[in-house]
Structure formats: structure tokens, C-alpha cells
């Protein structure tokens, strides 16, 4: 297939990219060209929001809208493309309210989610109007992305705590749930999506099991050998400070997922694959001052 992904450059949309030029797509990237690009793909230097005739006169077989944020973003997409076949949007579990019984499923109502804010609103009002302007669009609603190539602070931070062998500081008891997607589960999913064409056009994505808080610092020190001397922090102390998740537990329905994609990566590989990666990549991952707050804060 002739592909574009948006973005290109970082964790999803620069895996995503990778993904599909290794499996022998021709893929084109969409970007300002500010970061190093990858190898064996072809670059439309550009910003979305001043395509202008970048892409007027182009053709594909599938369009991967990865750095797609909000309504004005899929609009100067949409109006700038040439002839496609095949749309994917990668939208987010955060369209859902947390007042709503969980699992969230797809066919709940969308809308303001307390924790997620304009985050949130921004993705509903993306696909809304890719929805009204792309009739057969796919839209996918993933919860944590993770594996390689993840230059959030996240596991990265656990993986840096196993390193120093720290303690590591956990919100109150740890049982509060995570729900993960290896991002090559999710390049497996398009993949799929646009072989069969199922029936569902917006679809939940993620790895079927949860795991607490306290099992998945457990699994990430495991990575390297280690088991975590964990210490719980009370209520009281805002967690973003020392810990890379917010309170917030929420779980998606992924039964249409499974109907089109049976099986997905054991966690404990993603992690391992993903620490392979942030040996080599430490430079790359966002920084925040988690450690700090530990030593002025929590370390006594």
C-alpha cells in the first residue's frame, strides 16, 4: 500500500511509520521536518494546520491520522488531501465521561471527562468531523500506549528507579487498575481493519487485561531483575509529582477488537521491549521531575 501517517516522529506515529515500511509498504510521513526522520520512508515537509498544495495532487491507499488533536485538525487534513482509499484515526479512551459504568463500550455516549479535560473534548470534536466527512472512517480508541519507542515518562521512569535501585513510590494501596496497548498491536489492528473492512467503524483497543498499579511496577523492575522495595504515599500529595499516571482508574470494553484481532502482546514482553528501547534512547524520553520531588519530598 502507498501510506501516510501524520507526525512521524515520535513514539506511535514514528513506530507506526516504521511499522508498515518494514512490511513493505511505500509510507510518507507529514511534518515539519523539526526532529530526525526514519529510514526507508518519504517525508512531506509540512505543517497540518499549512498543508496548502502539499497534497493536492497525491494519491493513497491508507491515511494513519496519528497527530490528530482536534477538529481544526482533521479539517485542514481532510480539505488538503488528494484521492485516499482508506481512513484510520487514532483517537483516545479520554472521550469517554468517568461518570459512566465501566467498562466504557462504544456505544456509550461521548463527552467531558473530568480528568482528561480539553484533551478529551478536543479528540471528540476530531471525530466528529471526521465522521461527517469521511463516511467509512475508522476511529480507534486506545487507553496507555506503550512498547518501543515510548518517549513518555512512563515506564521509562520505573525502568530508571530499577536502574538506581530505588524504592518505588506508589499511590496509596497500588490497586488502582491500568489498561495498556503494545503500539505494534495497534499497527496489527490497522493492518487488519483495512484487510477485512469489519462492520464497526469506531472500535476500543487495548490489552484485554488490567493490571494494579502495584503488579505493573512489579513487572517493570522484573524487567531488569529486580523487585521493587515499594512505598505507598498517602492521599493528600498530588501524584503527578512522583508518579507518571493520573488518579484515575477507568477500563475499556475491547470485544469488537478481539472480534477482529484474537490475540495481543503479553505485557511483560511489551515492557521488556520497551526497556531494549530506552536503553539505547534516554535522550529521547520527556523529562520530568519525578526524582526530585522524591528526594525534597518523600525520602526521609
Known amino acids: ?13 514514528r513506530f507506526t511509520a516504521e511499522y508498515f515500511a518494514n512490511h513493505g509498504h511505500e509510507v510518507y510521513v507529514l511534518n515539519r521536518n523539526s526532529r530526525p526522520q526514519s529510514k526507508d520512508v518519504h517525508l512531506i515537509n509540512c505543517d497540518r494546520n499549512n498543508i496548502g498544495d502539499s497534497l493536492k495532487n497525491t494519491s493513497f491507499d491508507l491515511i494513519i491520522d496519528v497527530a490528530i488533536y482536534n477538529e481544526t485538525d482533521a479539517a485542514n487534513l481532510i480539505n488538503a488531501l488528494g484521492d485516499f482509499k482508506n481512513y484510520v484515526m487514532i483517537s483516545s479512551s479520554a472521550v469517554y465521561p468517568e461518570t ?20 478529551g473534548t478536543n479528540k471528540i470534536s476530531a471525530e466528529k468531523y471526521i465522521q461527517q466527512h469521511i463516511s467509512d472512517a475508522y476511529i480507534l480508541r486506545p487507553p496507555y500506549l506503550c512498547g518501543k519507542m515510548n518517549n513518555l515518562r512512563r515506564e ?47 472500535i476500543n483497543c487495548g490489552n484485554p487485561t488490567t493490571v494494579s498499579v502495584n503488579e505493573w511496577a512489579k513487572l517493570c523492575y522484573g524487567v531488569l531483575g529486580k523487585t521493587p522495595e515499594i512505598r505507598y504515599v498517602p492521599s493528600g500529595i498530588d501524584q503527578r509529582n512522583y508518579f507518571p499516571f493520573r488518579d484515575y482508574e477507568y477500563i475499556l470494553d475491547v470485544e469488537k477488537q478481539q472480534e477482529i484481532m484474537t490475540d495481543v502482546k ?29 528526594q525534597n519530598n518523600l525520602r526521609s
Not at 455516549?109 to 473530568?114: A, E, H, S
Not at 497500588?174 to 464497526?200: H, S, Y
Open 266 to 294: 503479553p505485557l511483560e514482553i511489551s515492557m521488556a521491549e520497551s526497556y531494549e528501547w530506552f536503553k539505547n534512547n534516554r535522550d529521547k524520553v520527556v523529562q520530568k521531575d519525578y526524582l526530585k520531588f522524591i
Open 156 to 202: 521509562a521512569f520505573v525502568f530508571e528507579c530499577a536502574e538506581l535501585d530505588m524504592p518505588f513510590y506508589i499511590p496509596k494501596d497500588g490497586e488502582m487498575k491500568l489498561q495498556f496497548f503494545d503500539v505494534e498491536d495497534l499497527c496489527r489492528l490497522i493492518k487488519k481493519i483495512v484487510e477485512n473492512k469489519p462492520d464497526a467503524h469506531v
Open 100 to 119: 459512566l459504568p465501566q467498562p466504557f463500550s462504544e456505544e456509550m455516549p461521548i463527552g467531558f471527562n473530568i480528568h482528561w479535560e480539553d484533551y
Open 1 to 13: 500500500m502507498r501510506i501516510l501517517v501524520t507526525g512521524g516522529t515520535v513514539f506511535v506515529s
